[in-house]
């Protein structure tokens, strides 16, 4: 198994500029999870899935997006950057109570 | 809002038993506590959870109030790769996990 697939690793983006973070679980988890990471700081949610075709928004969810048209799938899209949205991005998806994480995409916005 | 509490900080001898406590004193009946630790950027890595009974792992072990108000991590023996920020999660019945800002524990050789 591969886990927690997340691409890319890195990106740097424009103000106004739009994006997909691409995540990719192979554990066949209903839950899925966007997270971002600001230095220092603990984890926010951004938002949350409990399966295919539902999606519901978590702590910090504007200026996202997101869509589950698969169990394995949960992209998260950036519509507008904006400099508040530099962070580390972290993906995870969960069964009954695990959650596991992926490597994360480290986002810049200038 | 993170619905816990935990110190910033901490130092422990190597082989020393760590103990990292966490406060959540609003949790619900139905909610569980669980804990994750981060090694510099990685994503976090799943250490334990609980519900009302203490547990135990081939990691650590975790030791819940009778009131579920607070909780206690414990790694028995710790090594200079424990070197984390330790979160201390209540994951809400929607299944949402709330991580606040963690505790730092430094192994010290």
């Known amino acids: 198994n591969a886990g927690v697939t997340q691409t890319p690793k890195f990106r740097i983006l424009k103000i106004g500029q739009s994006m997909t973070l691409q995540c990719t679980q192979d554990?066949?988890?209903?839950?899925m999870y966007w997270y971002r990471q600001d230095p220092g700081m603990g984890l926010k949610l951004i938002y949350y899935?409990?399966?295919?075709?539902?999606?519901d928004k978590g702590e910090v969810p504007n200026g996202y997006n997101v869509s589950r048209s698969t169990t394995e799938d949960f992209p998260l899209r950036l519509e507008l950057a904006a400099p508040s949205q530099t962070s580390v991005y972290f993906c995870?998806?969960?069964?009954?109570?695990?959650?596991?994480f992926g490597p994360g995409t480290r986002l810049t916005v200038t | 809002d993170a619905k816990t509490t935990q110190p910033p900080s901490m130092d422990c001898a190597e082989g020393r038993a760590a103990n990292l406590p966490c406060n959540h004193s609003t949790i619900s009946g139905n909610e569980y506590v669980y804990w994750y630790r981060q090694i510099h950027s990685q994503g976090p890595q799943y250490i334990i959870h609980?519900?009302?009974n203490n547990e135990t792992n081939e990691m650590a072990s975790l030791i819940i109030t009778e009131d579920r108000k607070s909780s206690t991590l414990i790694l028995p023996h710790a090594t200079l790769r424990d070197t984390a920020v330790y979160y201390c999660i209540v994951r809400v019945v929607s299944n949402q996990f709330y991580f606040g800002t963690g505790t730092s524990l430094t192994v010290i050789p």
């Open positions: 899935s409990v399966g295919a075709g539902i999606t």
């Open positions: 995870a998806s969960s069964g009954s109570h695990e959650q596991y």
């Open positions: 554990m066949n988890h209903n839950y």
């Open positions: 609980g519900l009302k």
